[in-house]
């Protein structure tokens, strides 16, 4: 059991390049969600997910794409990466009924420079 | 989901008790309490969470007040390795309200 895994962790792009930050979790949650923090700052959300096929916007989603193809899968799409974009990309998952309050588990970041 | 108030920094000395309050006085009746923290810029990790009830687990005690305006999280004996950001969140129970919503949270450094 990994629990939430994002790759890569560490990446650099060039102004106007774009790429996918991949999460995979192999817990069967249904509800996935992407977050970036600035230095200093709380975690914002960028778009989530409560299932496969369905997709919504957060607080910052401009900029980034996602789709959910799959339970498991959750990936983040820059389309013209911009230096705001610069930050560290948590990826999170967690349980949607049942257990309906129970914790998120969260990737260890993806970290991206964007010059 | 309601807005929550948390002191930015405390200090704690090792093995001493740490008690990181939160505000949170425009809770709804249908919104529990969660605790997370980040160690030095890693993926958040939950704590404990509760709704109106006193909760512990293996890490740590929530303690909510009666008509659930504040709380308080407490490690009861802080290690070194307590040293990180505390974010206290609240969410509603709505289905679709997977998202979490951080503020600054409390940096909370424990002393040698």
């Known amino acids: 059991n990994a629990g939430v895994t994002q790759t890569p962790k560490f990446q650099v792009l060039k102004t106007g390049q774009s790429m996918t930050l991949q999460c995979a979790q192999d817990m069967n949650h249904e509800y996935m969600s992407w977050y970036r923090q600035d230095p200093g700052m709380g975690l914002r959300l960028i778009h989530y997910s409560v299932g496969a096929g369905i997709t919504d916007q957060g607080e910052v989603p401009n900029g980034y794409n996602v789709s959910r193809s799959t339970t498991e899968d959750f990936p983040l799409r820059l389309l013209s990466a911009a230096p705001s974009q610069t930050s560290v990309y948590f990826c999170?998952?967690?349980?949607?009924?049942?257990?309906?309050?129970?914790?998120?588990?969260f990737g260890q970041g993806t970290r991206l420079t964007v010059v | 989901d309601a807005k929550t108030t948390q002191p930015p920094s405390m200090d704690c000395a090792e093995g001493r008790a740490a008690n990181l309050p939160c505000n949170h006085s425009?809770?709804?009746?249908?919104?529990?309490v969660y605790w997370y923290r980040q160690i030095h810029s890693q993926g958040p990790q939950y704590i404990i969470h509760g709704l109106k009830n006193n909760e512990t687990n293996e890490m740590a005690s929530l303690i909510i007040t009666e008509d659930r305006k504040s709380s308080t999280l407490i490690l009861p004996h802080a290690t070194l390795r307590d040293t990180a950001v505390y974010y206290c969140i609240v969410r509603s129970r709505s289905g679709s309200a997977r998202q979490l919503t951080f503020g600054s949270g409390t940096q909370l450094t424990v002393l040698p």
């Open positions: 999170a998952s967690s349980y949607r009924r049942a257990l309906m309050n129970t914790e998120a588990f």
């Open positions: 425009t809770i709804s009746g249908n919104e529990y």
